[in-house]
């Protein structure tokens, strides 16, 4: 019976050139020149340091510049709220999440269900949905539907096996 997985997966190496590129961006724009702005990668997070809220919303905006252009989805990413750092700077921390949580692969099961494909079903194992059919068609539809809805998180679908 043909399967594919749903999954939100997010390419650690593509995230790490695009910070990369946005250290070497704000080092050599006249705009952040002397104000020390940086992006760190973390585990699962990114941090932005810099002198003033103004420069640290630009250097977001330049890192989000970055990432687009190398693909990976801005849903991935959770903006935590600006806080002060030490000798006046200013800190924001961005969580990165993959995998797809317990709520959201009820609402995309509830979804493939409410499609009413006579043979697609779908279940949750771990953080990924598998779904399955008798039918091929029926899979490339439902294939269709998840990039075409909003679910909030990046969706992908890998494994499609006849």
């Known amino acids: 019976m043909p399967t594919f ?11 790490r050139n695009a910070v990369d590129q946005a250290n070497r961006e704000a080092g050599t724009r006249f705009d952040f020149k002397g104000t ?4 760190e990668l973390g585990s699962g997070e990114l941090v932005l340091h810099s002198t003033t809220e103004d420069r640290l919303r630009a250097l977001h905006q330049v890192l989000e510049e970055k ?12 903006d935590k709220k600006a806080e002060e750092a ?26 493939i269900k409410d499609m009413n ?12 949905v598998r779904v399955s059919s008798k039918k091929r068609d029926d899979l490339q539809t439902v294939i269709q539907a998840l990039k075409e809805g909003d679910f ?7 494994n499609f096996r006849d």
């Not at 909030?152 to 890998?158: A, K």
Request: hydrophobic fraction near 40%; charge should be positive.
């Open 152 to 158: 909030g998180i990046p969706l992908q679908c890998t």
């Open 67 to 78: 990432l687009v252009r190398r693909q990976v989805s801005l849903k991935a990413l959770e």
């Open 86 to 111: 030490a000798k006046g700077t200013v800190r924001q921390h961005i969580a990165i999440h993959a995998g797809i949580s317990a709520d959201n692969a009820k609402r995309i099961n509830k979804f």
């Open 117 to 128: 494909l006579k043979g697609a079903s779908s279940q949750t194992q771990g953080d990924q």
């Open 5 to 15: 997985d749903v999954v939100s997966e997010v390419d650690m190496q593509e995230v």
């Open 36 to 39: 020390d702005s940086s992006v």
